[in-house]
């Protein structure tokens, strides 16, 4: 097992332990979940710098460190539609473009086809990965902040419109390797 793949299945496992942090009453437990995505988020920096340096890509890294990053990303989304701070429409047009994108990616890898991480996609995980990162400042219990509310719908919305752009570019640019799988 290499260094990348164990940082990978880290990734995983820090999901439920977010989790619970994250859904917790207590300000300070919540503000672990903070530092727990945080740490998660970097693994996924780490990992991939690590692999590229050494050589280390194995066809597990290629499936499984996207869907450790679609997991982390998904779980925090559904704590927000729990807690109704973020809609339900929203998360599901987020979930459903990260799936489609990996599912995507999955065929193509099953073809022996690797599909870059587009430029869109990097601006996507940046703005989802800032997103959650506000979402979990908790910035509605914040009494200095006027219209916090607002700020997270704007937020959420902006978010959203960037994993669609990110969603289309992706499959706009990889649409002869679609065209040839569905033949």
């Known amino acids: ?49 690590i692999a590229r340096k050494t050589g280390q890509i194995t066809t597990f890294g290629k499936i499984m460190d996207p869907l450790a990053d679609k997991l982390l990303v998904i779980s925090a989304l559904l704590i927000f539609v729990a807690q109704s701070r973020m809609t339900a429409v929203a998360a599901m047009i987020i979930i459903a473009r990260e799936l489609a994108i990996t599912s995507l990616r999955v065929v193509a890898a099953g073809e022996g086809i690797v599909m870059a991480a587009a430029k869109s996609g990097k601006w996507k995980t940046t703005a989802q990965m800032s997103y959650i990162i506000l979402m979990l400042l908790h910035i509605t219990e914040l009494p200095f902040l006027p219209l916090p509310g607002i700020i997270e719908t704007i937020a959420q919305w902006a978010v959203t419109l960037v994993t669609i752009w990110s969603g289309v570019d992706y499959f706009y640019a990889n649409r002869h390797m679609i065209k040839a799988s569905v033949k």
């Open 1 to 49: 097992m290499t260094v990348p793949n164990i940082l990978t299945l880290l990734r995983i496992a820090l999901i439920p332990v977010f989790w619970v942090l994250a859904v917790s009453p207590s300000p300070l437990l919540r503000f672990l979940a903070l530092i727990v995505f945080i740490a998660a988020s970097l693994t996924d920096l780490i990992d991939g710098k």
